[in-house]
């Protein structure tokens, strides 16, 4: 485990991103985000707007009948004693009546009115307030219990540590490509907004990710890959470090500020290092140089849809028909109408592009394909396997 001592010698030049900027140095509770009581279009805001509506009834009520024993028997009764003769009949307590209505057929009217008006405003309130407190506690926490079953049963998931600019975005297309994910957020704003935009169906963890018990509580152990888009190169590199010991399997993303520390990152053990930066600057001169290419190149992140072309990496698996087969033999073209513009053999880190119809298609290596969905799904069931 990193501990904070190994975590005080990290040293890197410290540049915020005024986007990204991260939290105070804080050791928050670890807590898992449930939805705001009070947002707008919820369960919880309709049950606000009820006992409110509620409220205002009873009031109106109790105005109402003030003013109307205050007319009806001015000479006899002060303000007090006519908002006192309201309460006790519209709650039906019974006491004494300080406004005597015996003999006074336009006062006995009033208080039948209060009576049917005032028992029904009261009750209906009651009843709001009941509601709130038990309707609305009980679904926190069964929302709480199932995130926290969730978090102890996912696997296979990525962990999203950062959920500023860049890691909602990364967030987004996760989710959108229908891999299971966590995110972890410290700040209690950007946590609540991560709720907000994937609802139910994503775990979001307010806690430090720094910290090796959270990255456990993310369930590290079960997970594929872990991304780090925090604000600052030196709390990503020590999330790398801290998740590279407890998992030395695991595949780890890291997004970098200034490019010159892509190499320390390297040296931790990351995956792969993004800079912003540096893929904006190349973005932008292609688009004067090869704006064509890169229009070609959007359409394989767009959105899924059925005339979408897609670049897919798919494992063949042993099972599969055409494993040791050559392209020749296999005619996945004809079988699929995919084009494999790559196959990597098991254990390589290269991709051979434009193979030839020679090369093989052997057990556990990865064919790289374009298609679109439905192409790629006839794919999959030829080689047995799913996305890799």
């Given amino acids: 485990m990193v501990g904070a001592a190994e975590r005080n010698t990290v040293r890197m030049t410290k540049t915020v991103n005024p986007a990204d900027t991260r939290r105070p140095d804080t050791q928050p509770v670890p807590t898992i985000v449930v939805p705001q009581r009070d947002a707008p279009g919820s369960a ?5 707007a009820r006992i ?6 009873v009031t109106a009520v109790l105005a109402l009948g003030t003013a109307g024993y205050a007319w009806l028997a001015a000479d006899t009764a002060s303000w007090l004693e006519c908002l006192y003769m309201t309460v006790i009949t519209i709650s039906t307590v019974g006491f004494r009546e300080v406004v005597p209505v015996e003999g006074r057929g336009d006062l006995m009217l009033l208080t039948i009115g209060l009576v049917l008006a005032g028992g029904g405003a009261v009750l209906y309130f009651f009843t709001a307030v009941t509601v709130y407190l038990v309707e609305g506690d009980l679904l926190h926490t069964l929302w709480r219990r199932r995130m926290e079953k969730t ?16 890691g909602v975005h990364v967030a987004k297309e996760l989710y959108r490509a229908g891999t299971p994910l966590v995110v972890v957020e410290c700040d209690s704003q950007r946590a609540s907004r991560a709720l907000h935009e994937f609802g139910t169906k994503v775990p979001v963890l307010q806690a430090d990710g720094l910290d090796d018990e959270i990255l456990q509580q993310a369930g590290i152990e079960r997970a594929s890959g872990l991304v780090a888009t925090l604000g600052e190169d030196r709390d990503n590199l020590f999330l790398c470090l801290a998740a590279r010991q407890l998992r030395k399997d695991l595949r780890i993303a890291a997004r970098v500020v200034e490019i010159h520390n892509g ?5 931790v053990g990351v995956d792969a290092v ?7 600057g190349r973005r932008l001169a292609y688009e004067m140089l090869r704006p064509a290419v890169l229009s070609f190149v959007d359409t394989l992140h767009a959105p899924e849809s059925e005339h979408s072309v897609q670049l897919e990496e798919l494992a063949i698996s042993p099972a599969s028909a055409v494993a040791g087969k050559n392209l020749r033999e296999a005619n996945l073209r004809a079988a699929c109408n995919c084009m494999v513009i ?6 390589a880190e290269r991709y051979t592009y434009n193979p030839s119809p020679d090369a093989s298609l052997d ?3 990865t064919v790289l394909a374009l298609g679109n969905a439905e192409e790629l799904a006839a794919l999959r069931k030829v080689l047995g396997t799913d996305a890799a």
């Fill in 44 to 48: 919880a805001h309709d049950r606000h």
């Fill in 52 to 57: 409110f509506r509620a409220a205002l009834l």
């Fill in 151 to 166: 978090l102890r049963e996912i696997h296979g998931h990525i962990i999203v540590v950062g959920a500023g600019s860049a």
């Fill in 263 to 267: 190499d320390k990152f390297r040296k």
């Fill in 274 to 280: 993004v800079s912003p930066a540096l893929m904006g």
């Fill in 342 to 347: 790559g196959i990597r053999a098991a254990g």
């Fill in 363 to 365: 057990a556990g290596a």
